[in-house]
Protein backbone atom coordinates (compact mmCIF):
# COMPACT_ATOMS: atom_id res chain seq x y z
CA UNK A 1 0.00 0.00 0.00
CA UNK A 2 1.21 3.39 -0.89
CA UNK A 3 2.85 5.97 1.89
CA UNK A 4 0.98 9.14 2.38
CA UNK A 5 2.07 12.14 3.94
CA UNK A 6 -0.27 15.48 3.79
CA UNK A 7 2.06 18.26 3.56
CA UNK A 8 0.37 21.61 5.01
CA UNK A 9 1.91 25.31 4.03
CA UNK A 10 0.44 28.33 4.38
CA UNK A 11 0.16 28.56 0.60
CA UNK A 12 -0.83 25.18 -0.26
CA UNK A 13 -1.98 21.54 1.00
CA UNK A 14 -0.63 18.97 -1.17
CA UNK A 15 0.66 14.41 -1.16
CA UNK A 16 4.20 13.29 -0.94
CA UNK A 17 3.11 9.49 -2.26
CA UNK A 18 5.93 7.14 -1.77
CA UNK A 19 5.76 3.00 -2.60
CA UNK A 20 7.35 1.10 -5.56
CA UNK A 21 6.18 1.27 -9.00
CA UNK A 22 4.40 4.44 -8.72
CA UNK A 23 5.57 5.50 -11.93
CA UNK A 24 3.96 2.62 -13.42
CA UNK A 25 0.69 2.83 -11.58
CA UNK A 26 -0.28 5.82 -9.72
CA UNK A 27 -3.70 7.06 -11.31
CA UNK A 28 -2.64 10.45 -12.53
CA UNK A 29 -6.51 11.48 -13.92
CA UNK A 30 -7.34 14.58 -10.89
CA UNK A 31 -3.96 16.14 -12.52
CA UNK A 32 -3.65 15.34 -15.99
CA UNK A 33 -6.91 14.35 -17.56
CA UNK A 34 -7.23 16.76 -20.37
CA UNK A 35 -4.26 19.09 -19.52
CA UNK A 36 -1.02 19.71 -21.49
CA UNK A 37 2.09 17.69 -20.15
CA UNK A 38 5.77 18.51 -20.26
CA UNK A 39 7.84 15.79 -18.67
CA UNK A 40 11.22 17.13 -18.32
CA UNK A 41 13.91 14.09 -17.48
CA UNK A 42 17.27 14.15 -16.42
CA UNK A 43 19.45 12.59 -19.12
CA UNK A 44 20.89 10.09 -17.33
CA UNK A 45 17.71 8.35 -16.04
CA UNK A 46 17.08 4.91 -17.39
CA UNK A 47 14.65 5.58 -20.90
CA UNK A 48 12.73 2.68 -19.67
CA UNK A 49 11.69 4.66 -16.36
CA UNK A 50 10.26 8.32 -19.08
CA UNK A 51 8.62 4.87 -20.97
CA UNK A 52 7.06 3.50 -18.45
CA UNK A 53 5.98 6.63 -16.76
CA UNK A 54 4.59 8.45 -20.50
CA UNK A 55 2.71 4.98 -20.73
CA UNK A 56 0.86 5.32 -17.33
CA UNK A 57 0.56 8.93 -18.28
CA UNK A 58 -1.49 8.55 -21.72
CA UNK A 59 -3.72 6.25 -19.45
CA UNK A 60 -5.37 9.58 -18.28
CA UNK A 61 -5.83 11.09 -21.21
CA UNK A 62 -3.75 14.16 -21.16
CA UNK A 63 -4.27 16.72 -24.79
CA UNK A 64 -1.00 16.76 -25.01
CA UNK A 65 2.03 14.55 -23.75
CA UNK A 66 5.81 15.57 -24.49
CA UNK A 67 8.90 14.99 -22.79
CA UNK A 68 12.69 16.53 -22.89
CA UNK A 69 15.71 15.62 -21.84
CA UNK A 70 18.14 18.04 -19.76
CA UNK A 71 21.62 17.72 -19.19
CA UNK A 72 22.39 17.46 -15.38
CA UNK A 73 25.20 19.49 -13.70
CA UNK A 74 25.91 22.46 -11.60
CA UNK A 75 27.23 24.38 -14.72
CA UNK A 76 23.73 23.54 -16.58
CA UNK A 77 21.86 24.60 -13.64
CA UNK A 78 21.18 27.99 -14.77
CA UNK A 79 19.17 30.64 -16.71
CA UNK A 80 20.56 29.04 -20.34
CA UNK A 81 19.51 25.39 -18.76
CA UNK A 82 15.93 26.82 -18.35
CA UNK A 83 15.79 28.15 -21.90
CA UNK A 84 14.61 25.06 -23.87
CA UNK A 85 12.11 24.35 -21.21
CA UNK A 86 11.14 27.37 -21.55
CA UNK A 87 11.37 27.24 -25.48
CA UNK A 88 8.76 23.95 -25.55
CA UNK A 89 6.40 25.35 -23.39
CA UNK A 90 5.67 28.64 -25.54
CA UNK A 91 6.36 26.93 -28.94
CA UNK A 92 3.74 24.54 -28.19
CA UNK A 93 1.13 27.39 -26.33
CA UNK A 94 1.30 25.60 -23.21
CA UNK A 95 -1.49 27.52 -20.97
CA UNK A 96 -1.82 28.47 -17.36
CA UNK A 97 -3.52 24.62 -16.96
CA UNK A 98 -0.47 22.73 -17.94
CA UNK A 99 1.73 20.42 -15.64
CA UNK A 100 5.71 20.02 -15.56
CA UNK A 101 6.40 16.56 -14.20
CA UNK A 102 10.12 16.56 -13.25
CA UNK A 103 11.78 13.41 -13.85
CA UNK A 104 15.51 13.39 -12.29
CA UNK A 105 17.50 13.94 -9.32
CA UNK A 106 17.87 17.33 -7.02
CA UNK A 107 18.87 19.59 -9.83
CA UNK A 108 16.12 18.27 -12.34
CA UNK A 109 13.59 19.25 -9.49
CA UNK A 110 15.31 22.45 -8.30
CA UNK A 111 15.17 23.73 -12.47
CA UNK A 112 11.69 22.29 -13.43
CA UNK A 113 10.38 23.85 -9.82
CA UNK A 114 11.33 27.30 -11.18
CA UNK A 115 10.21 26.45 -14.66
CA UNK A 116 7.12 25.73 -13.12
CA UNK A 117 7.33 29.15 -10.85
CA UNK A 118 8.12 31.43 -13.19
CA UNK A 119 6.09 29.96 -16.59
CA UNK A 120 3.35 32.17 -17.17
CA UNK A 121 3.83 33.31 -13.22
CA UNK A 122 3.24 30.02 -11.97
CA UNK A 123 1.47 26.28 -13.26
CA UNK A 124 0.78 22.57 -12.07
CA UNK A 125 4.10 20.93 -11.24
CA UNK A 126 4.85 17.23 -9.96
CA UNK A 127 8.08 16.20 -9.01
CA UNK A 128 9.08 12.73 -9.28
CA UNK A 129 12.81 13.00 -7.52
CA UNK A 130 14.77 9.91 -8.95
CA UNK A 131 18.30 10.12 -6.45
CA UNK A 132 17.55 9.17 -2.87
CA UNK A 133 18.69 12.60 -2.14
CA UNK A 134 15.73 14.38 -3.97
CA UNK A 135 13.35 12.10 -2.33
CA UNK A 136 14.32 13.04 1.23
CA UNK A 137 15.24 16.59 0.71
CA UNK A 138 14.99 18.21 -2.45
CA UNK A 139 11.62 17.65 -3.47
CA UNK A 140 10.30 18.04 -0.54
CA UNK A 141 9.55 21.25 1.03
CA UNK A 142 9.68 23.81 -1.73
CA UNK A 143 12.60 25.33 -2.36
CA UNK A 144 13.51 25.74 -6.61
CA UNK A 145 15.94 27.93 -7.78
CA UNK A 146 18.89 27.63 -10.32
CA UNK A 147 22.84 29.04 -9.62
CA UNK A 148 23.98 32.42 -11.16
CA UNK A 149 27.54 33.87 -12.02
CA UNK A 150 28.94 31.18 -9.84
CA UNK A 151 26.59 31.22 -6.28
CA UNK A 152 24.71 28.10 -5.75
CA UNK A 153 21.08 28.77 -5.83
CA UNK A 154 20.43 32.51 -5.62
CA UNK A 155 18.08 32.68 -8.28
CA UNK A 156 14.74 31.17 -6.64
CA UNK A 157 11.62 30.66 -5.46
CA UNK A 158 9.17 29.24 -2.78
CA UNK A 159 6.79 26.92 -5.01
CA UNK A 160 4.75 23.73 -3.73
CA UNK A 161 4.18 21.12 -5.45
CA UNK A 162 0.65 19.64 -6.89
CA UNK A 163 2.40 16.22 -5.66
CA UNK A 164 5.13 14.39 -5.03
CA UNK A 165 5.76 10.64 -6.15
CA UNK A 166 8.72 9.17 -4.27
CA UNK A 167 9.00 5.48 -6.28
CA UNK A 168 11.78 3.56 -5.16
CA UNK A 169 11.64 1.82 -8.15
CA UNK A 170 14.20 4.67 -9.87
CA UNK A 171 17.05 4.65 -7.39
CA UNK A 172 17.41 0.81 -8.89
CA UNK A 173 19.90 2.88 -11.47
CA UNK A 174 22.01 4.50 -8.84
CA UNK A 175 25.04 3.79 -8.00
CA UNK A 176 26.58 3.44 -3.88
CA UNK A 177 28.03 6.85 -3.68
CA UNK A 178 24.84 8.53 -4.57
CA UNK A 179 22.97 6.36 -1.89
CA UNK A 180 25.43 7.51 0.22
CA UNK A 181 24.77 11.30 -0.65
CA UNK A 182 20.77 10.40 0.50
CA UNK A 183 21.88 8.33 3.53
CA UNK A 184 23.43 11.60 4.83
CA UNK A 185 20.47 14.04 5.52
CA UNK A 186 18.66 10.45 6.33
CA UNK A 187 20.78 10.23 9.48
CA UNK A 188 20.67 14.70 10.11
CA UNK A 189 16.47 14.19 9.82
CA UNK A 190 17.02 10.84 12.43
CA UNK A 191 19.89 12.92 14.64
CA UNK A 192 17.49 16.43 14.85
CA UNK A 193 13.99 14.87 15.03
CA UNK A 194 13.20 11.56 15.43
CA UNK A 195 15.41 9.23 17.64
CA UNK A 196 14.33 5.93 17.09
CA UNK A 197 14.67 6.57 13.67
CA UNK A 198 18.45 6.80 14.33
CA UNK A 199 18.03 3.28 16.04
CA UNK A 200 16.45 1.85 13.16
CA UNK A 201 19.06 3.05 10.35
CA UNK A 202 22.00 1.63 13.39
CA UNK A 203 20.53 -1.64 12.63
CA UNK A 204 19.68 -1.14 8.50
CA UNK A 205 22.57 0.37 7.56
CA UNK A 206 24.75 -2.22 8.72
CA UNK A 207 22.26 -4.52 6.68
CA UNK A 208 22.41 -2.71 3.57
CA UNK A 209 19.02 -1.44 3.33
CA UNK A 210 19.24 -0.09 0.17
CA UNK A 211 18.56 -4.27 -0.94
CA UNK A 212 15.10 -4.27 1.32
CA UNK A 213 11.81 -2.38 -0.20
CA UNK A 214 10.18 -2.40 2.87
CA UNK A 215 12.26 -0.88 5.46
CA UNK A 216 13.65 1.42 2.38
CA UNK A 217 10.03 3.05 1.83
CA UNK A 218 9.69 3.30 5.74
CA UNK A 219 13.02 5.25 6.04
CA UNK A 220 12.44 7.83 3.48
CA UNK A 221 8.63 8.05 4.69
CA UNK A 222 9.94 8.55 8.40
CA UNK A 223 12.63 10.81 6.93
CA UNK A 224 10.65 13.05 4.14
CA UNK A 225 7.92 13.10 7.44
CA UNK A 226 10.42 15.28 9.21
CA UNK A 227 11.56 17.66 6.44
CA UNK A 228 7.80 17.94 5.09
CA UNK A 229 6.79 18.59 9.11
CA UNK A 230 9.59 21.24 9.68
CA UNK A 231 8.92 22.93 6.39
CA UNK A 232 5.29 22.89 6.86
CA UNK A 233 5.72 24.77 10.21
CA UNK A 234 8.29 27.07 8.53
CA UNK A 235 7.43 27.55 4.80
CA UNK A 236 10.43 30.37 4.25
CA UNK A 237 13.20 29.28 6.25
CA UNK A 238 12.57 31.96 9.24
CA UNK A 239 12.63 29.57 12.52
CA UNK A 240 13.13 25.77 12.85
CA UNK A 241 13.82 25.27 9.20
CA UNK A 242 17.34 26.15 10.36
CA UNK A 243 17.62 23.07 12.11
CA UNK A 244 17.87 21.15 8.77
CA UNK A 245 21.04 22.58 8.81
CA UNK A 246 22.20 20.77 11.12
CA UNK A 247 26.26 19.58 9.83
CA UNK A 248 25.88 21.83 6.69
CA UNK A 249 27.88 25.06 8.94
CA UNK A 250 30.81 22.79 8.75
CA UNK A 251 29.41 20.51 5.62
CA UNK A 252 29.78 23.84 3.22
CA UNK A 253 33.15 24.87 4.75
CA UNK A 254 34.57 21.46 3.82
CA UNK A 255 33.01 21.74 0.58
CA UNK A 256 34.54 24.76 -0.58
CA UNK A 257 37.73 24.58 1.37
CA UNK A 258 38.17 21.22 -0.16
CA UNK A 259 36.80 21.61 -3.55
CA UNK A 260 40.08 20.56 -5.29
CA UNK A 261 39.81 16.78 -3.19
CA UNK A 262 36.50 16.11 -4.79
CA UNK A 263 34.70 16.18 -1.37
CA UNK A 264 30.51 15.80 -2.86
CA UNK A 265 28.17 17.56 -0.90
CA UNK A 266 26.80 14.54 0.88
CA UNK A 267 30.38 13.36 1.97
CA UNK A 268 31.14 17.13 2.86
CA UNK A 269 27.78 17.16 5.24
CA UNK A 270 29.08 13.55 6.53
CA UNK A 271 32.08 14.99 7.89
CA UNK A 272 30.21 18.05 9.34
CA UNK A 273 27.67 16.25 10.71
CA UNK A 274 30.57 14.28 12.87
CA UNK A 275 32.09 17.53 13.75
CA UNK A 276 28.74 19.13 14.62
CA UNK A 277 27.96 16.17 17.04
CA UNK A 278 31.74 16.39 18.40
CA UNK A 279 30.63 19.92 19.07
CA UNK A 280 27.56 19.12 21.27
CA UNK A 281 29.63 16.36 22.99
CA UNK A 282 32.02 19.21 24.12
CA UNK A 283 28.75 21.03 25.84
CA UNK A 284 27.81 18.07 26.80
CA UNK A 285 25.00 17.56 25.17
CA UNK A 286 25.64 13.70 24.28
CA UNK A 287 27.81 10.99 25.57
CA UNK A 288 31.04 10.00 24.34
CA UNK A 289 28.88 7.11 23.58
CA UNK A 290 26.01 8.56 21.76
CA UNK A 291 28.81 9.96 19.39
CA UNK A 292 30.73 6.97 19.39
CA UNK A 293 26.96 5.38 17.84
CA UNK A 294 26.67 8.91 15.84
CA UNK A 295 30.08 8.39 13.86
CA UNK A 296 29.59 4.46 13.21
CA UNK A 297 26.50 5.01 11.59
CA UNK A 298 27.87 7.50 9.02
CA UNK A 299 30.87 5.71 8.43
CA UNK A 300 28.87 2.80 7.51
CA UNK A 301 26.98 4.57 5.26
CA UNK A 302 29.84 5.10 3.42
CA UNK A 303 30.77 8.87 4.45
CA UNK A 304 33.60 10.27 5.75
CA UNK A 305 34.69 10.24 9.31
CA UNK A 306 37.80 11.98 9.66
CA UNK A 307 39.49 14.81 7.91
CA UNK A 308 41.57 14.70 4.99
CA UNK A 309 45.56 14.52 5.98
CA UNK A 310 46.54 18.40 4.37
CA UNK A 311 43.30 19.81 5.85
CA UNK A 312 43.83 23.59 6.06
CA UNK A 313 42.15 25.40 9.22
CA UNK A 314 42.34 28.53 7.76
CA UNK A 315 40.90 28.10 4.47
CA UNK A 316 38.28 26.39 6.02
CA UNK A 317 37.68 29.03 8.81
CA UNK A 318 37.41 31.41 5.54
CA UNK A 319 35.31 29.23 3.83
CA UNK A 320 32.75 29.20 6.96
CA UNK A 321 32.72 33.26 7.58
CA UNK A 322 32.00 33.53 4.14
CA UNK A 323 28.80 31.28 4.38
CA UNK A 324 25.47 33.37 3.77
CA UNK A 325 23.59 31.21 6.57
CA UNK A 326 26.28 32.78 9.30
CA UNK A 327 24.17 35.55 10.68
CA UNK A 328 26.04 38.98 11.99
CA UNK A 329 29.41 37.24 11.67
CA UNK A 330 28.41 35.40 15.14
CA UNK A 331 29.13 31.53 14.55
CA UNK A 332 25.85 30.20 14.83
CA UNK A 333 25.97 26.01 14.69
CA UNK A 334 23.07 23.45 14.81
CA UNK A 335 24.06 21.32 17.63
CA UNK A 336 22.05 18.08 19.03
CA UNK A 337 20.15 18.70 22.79
CA UNK A 338 20.31 14.77 22.88
CA UNK A 339 20.36 11.99 20.07
CA UNK A 340 16.44 12.63 18.02
CA UNK A 341 16.60 16.80 19.03
CA UNK A 342 18.60 19.71 18.08
CA UNK A 343 18.85 23.31 18.67
CA UNK A 344 20.35 26.37 17.48
CA UNK A 345 23.57 27.55 19.42
CA UNK A 346 25.04 30.88 19.29
CA UNK A 347 27.69 30.64 22.03
CA UNK A 348 30.60 28.95 19.64
CA UNK A 349 33.64 30.16 20.44
CA UNK A 350 36.81 30.02 18.24
CA UNK A 351 38.26 27.31 20.83
CA UNK A 352 35.99 25.01 20.76
CA UNK A 353 35.16 25.57 17.33
CA UNK A 354 38.67 24.28 17.09
CA UNK A 355 38.44 21.43 19.48
CA UNK A 356 35.20 19.90 17.42
CA UNK A 357 37.33 19.32 14.62
CA UNK A 358 39.51 16.73 16.55
CA UNK A 359 37.59 13.80 15.65
N1 LIG B 1 15.54 22.54 -3.07
C1 LIG B 1 16.08 22.02 -2.00
O1 LIG B 1 15.53 22.14 -0.87
C2 LIG B 1 17.35 21.25 -2.12
C3 LIG B 1 17.82 20.48 -1.04
C4 LIG B 1 18.97 19.74 -1.22
C5 LIG B 1 19.66 19.77 -2.43
N2 LIG B 1 19.19 20.53 -3.45
C6 LIG B 1 19.89 20.58 -4.75
O2 LIG B 1 19.89 19.27 -5.28
C7 LIG B 1 21.05 19.09 -6.08
C8 LIG B 1 21.69 17.77 -5.69
O3 LIG B 1 20.75 16.74 -5.88
P1 LIG B 1 21.18 15.28 -6.35
O4 LIG B 1 22.21 14.75 -5.42
O5 LIG B 1 19.96 14.49 -6.58
O6 LIG B 1 21.98 15.62 -7.67
P2 LIG B 1 21.73 15.43 -9.22
O7 LIG B 1 20.42 15.92 -9.65
O8 LIG B 1 22.94 16.00 -9.86
O9 LIG B 1 21.78 13.84 -9.38
C9 LIG B 1 22.98 13.14 -9.08
C10 LIG B 1 23.45 12.32 -10.28
O10 LIG B 1 22.59 11.19 -10.45
C11 LIG B 1 22.08 11.16 -11.80
N3 LIG B 1 20.77 10.50 -11.66
C12 LIG B 1 19.63 11.03 -11.16
N4 LIG B 1 18.69 10.08 -11.06
C13 LIG B 1 19.24 8.93 -11.52
C14 LIG B 1 18.79 7.60 -11.64
N5 LIG B 1 17.58 7.22 -11.22
N6 LIG B 1 19.63 6.69 -12.17
C15 LIG B 1 20.89 7.04 -12.55
N7 LIG B 1 21.39 8.27 -12.44
C16 LIG B 1 20.58 9.20 -11.93
C17 LIG B 1 22.10 12.60 -12.22
O11 LIG B 1 22.14 12.72 -13.62
C18 LIG B 1 23.40 13.09 -11.59
O12 LIG B 1 24.48 12.71 -12.37
C19 LIG B 1 21.93 20.30 -5.87
O13 LIG B 1 21.86 21.14 -6.99
C20 LIG B 1 21.35 20.97 -4.64
O14 LIG B 1 21.52 22.38 -4.66
C21 LIG B 1 18.06 21.26 -3.33
Known amino acids: MNKSIQVKTASSNYELVINQALIKNYNFKWLVEGKQILVIKDSNVPKEFLGD ?18 KTN ?17 EEKFNRDCVLISLGGGITTDMVGFAAATYLRGVNLIQIPSTLLAQVDAAVGGKTGINFQGAKNNIGAFYQPNLVLIDIDLLSSLGEAEIAEGMAEIIKHSLIANKSLFEELEKKIVNKIASDK ?12 I ?3 IV ?19 GHAFESAMALEGFSHGQAVGLGMVCASHLSLLKGKISKNEFDRIKQVIKLAGLPTKLPKNFNYSDFREAMSRDKKILSNKLRFIVLN ?22
Open 338 to 359: SVGRAEISNEIDENLLKESLKI
Open 232 to 250: SNDEKELGDRALLNFGHTY
Open 214 to 225: ESLIQIIYESSL
Open 227 to 229: KSS
Open 74 to 90: ERNKSLEGLQPIFEVLN
Open 53 to 70: LKTNLSRSNPSKLISIEI
